[in-house]
């Protein structure tokens, strides 16, 4: 086991979370929000996406997605409508200012995710299985 590659992994994850943390707060946000608004945009395209997917996306309950969304509803950061072809599925999806919040969040992460690409490529490296090459079949 190569316990000090994985305690160094788990460090750069923990301080990229901490960024992604504080980066949020400054936006007027939540942590929770912003991953919220990045699930609805990331995995439905430009539609929408149901209440129970953000709940599964997010790994939380169905009830505490439902809170969640009538928060940022309340903030004018997403929106809410009931699915035409399930009247019992309630969809969100992004307003212009949850748009405009995510597109400046989104900025600065993938500014400080090539920052600590490198960082992360390097300490993964000792964890591969010997001749164990990438996800993509290339060394």
């Given at each position: 086991?190569?316990?000090?590659?994985?305690?160094?992994?788990?460090?750069?994850?923990?301080k990229f979370?901490?960024?992604s943390q504080t980066a949020a707060k400054r936006a007027g946000l939540t942590p929770q929000q912003h991953q919220a608004l990045l699930v609805v945009r990331g995995f439905s395209g430009k539609g929408?996406?149901?209440v129970g997917e953000v709940a599964e996306r997010l790994l939380i309950r169905h009830h505490t997605a439902v809170?969640?969304?009538?928060?940022?509803?309340?903030?004018?950061?997403l929106s809410r409508s009931v699915d035409g072809a399930d009247s019992r599925r309630v969809l969100v999806s992004l307003t212009r200012e949850g748009?405009?919040?995510?597109q400046q969040l989104s900025r600065i992460h993938l500014e400080?995710?090539?920052?600590?690409?490198?960082?992360?490529?390097?300490l993964l490296r000792p964890l591969r299985r010997p001749g164990q090459g990438s996800r993509t079949g290339r060394p």
């Open positions: 086991m190569d316990y000090e590659a994985l305690a160094r992994f788990r460090y750069e994850l923990r979370q901490a960024f929408p996406i149901s809170e969640l969304v009538n928060r940022m509803t309340r903030l004018k950061i748009e405009r919040r995510l400080e995710l090539r920052a600590i690409g490198p960082t992360l490529t390097r």
